[in-house]
């Protein structure tokens, strides 16, 4: 399988892509994670997605995020964890076979901080996150 045509951006909503896999078929759907999403009056359980990505919050405690994307790498979920294991053991449960999907996603830190330049129009530099920005 080719990972690098689904290549995720390299931060999802204020988080660092570490991780990322395609959800294919060599994986099973099994809806064995209950993630509710909406508003308070009119929640739903979020369904399948086509990509999962594996993020470390730029925000304080800097915990990891488990990402559950649409096929724009738009989050539609998301599960906070304390490591990059315990995500992985996450997705196994509703995602089964996804294990063998993840991809480093390999990018230096220059690039990194280009792209929240080019693409967000902040300062890398700055705690840019606790700022109104634009996406």
């Known amino acids: 399988m080719n990972t690098e045509i689904h290549k995720p951006p ?28 909406g508003n308070p009056k009119n ?7 086509p990509f999962l990505a594996i993020c470390q919050n730029y ?7 488990l990402f559950f994307c ?12 304390q490591s990059i294991e315990a995500a992985k053991e996450k997705a196994e449960k509703g995602y089964k076979g996804i294990s063998k ?9 220059a690039e990194v901080n ?7 129009e902040v300062d890398p530099n700055t705690e840019w996150w606790r700022h109104e920005y634009p996406f």
């Open 43 to 49: 929640m739903n359980k979020l369904g399948e997605m």
């Open 10 to 37: 390299p931060v999802i909503h204020s988080a660092r892509t570490l991780f990322y896999a395609v959800n294919d078929e060599s994986v099973e759907f099994t809806g064995g994670i209950d993630l509710f999403v």
């Open 70 to 81: 649409d096929q724009n790498w738009e989050p539609q979920g998301a599960i906070g964890l």
């Open 59 to 65: 925000c304080p405690p800097q915990d990891i995020l």
């Open 101 to 109: 999907n993840w991809a480093t996603f390999a990018i230096s830190n």
């Open 114 to 120: 280009q792209f929240l330049r080019e693409e967000y």
